[in-house]
Nanobody, 112 residues
Framework: VQLQASGGGLVQPGGSLRLSCAASESIFSMGWYRQAPGKQRELVAA???????NYADYVKGRFTISRDNAKNTVYLQMNSLKPEDTAVYYC??????????WGKGTLVTVSS
């Protein structure tokens, strides 16, 4: 499974960014993790092919995950960004529990 992520960049606090990740095939669960300097990688949000979602508490109400099954693509709309959201964001695809594929990370920097 190949994952191609895009959409990172520099944004001011309070701003928005949209991340996209296209998979080379249909995968049951897709999502986003992030890793800030000196911290462990953590779940941001995930969505299944039937659009069941799971969000980390710290992004609820600010981030929205969605997917286009026809395009094997997952999106992460990030609004009201905070400096603490600065991290490398990784696309994740998991056909079943315990098996994970990862895309190359995309850097999101929230700074004035």
């Amino acid at each position: 499974v190949q994952l191609q992520a895009s959409g990172g960049g520099l944004v001011q606090p309070g701003g928005s960014l949209r991340l996209s990740c296209a998979a080379s095939e249909s995968i049951f669960s897709m999502g986003w993790y992030r890793q800030a300097p000196g911290k462990q990688r953590e779940l941001v949000a995930a969505i299944t092919s039937v659009r069941s979602t799971n969000y980390a508490d710290y992004v609820k109400g600010r981030f929205t995950i969605s997917r286009d099954n026809a395009k094997n693509t997952v999106y992460l709309q990030m609004n009201s960004l905070k400096p603490e959201d600065t991290a490398v964001y990784y696309c994740n695809a998991s056909p079943y529990y315990g098996l994970n594929y990862w895309g190359k990370g995309t850097l999101v920097t929230v700074s004035s």
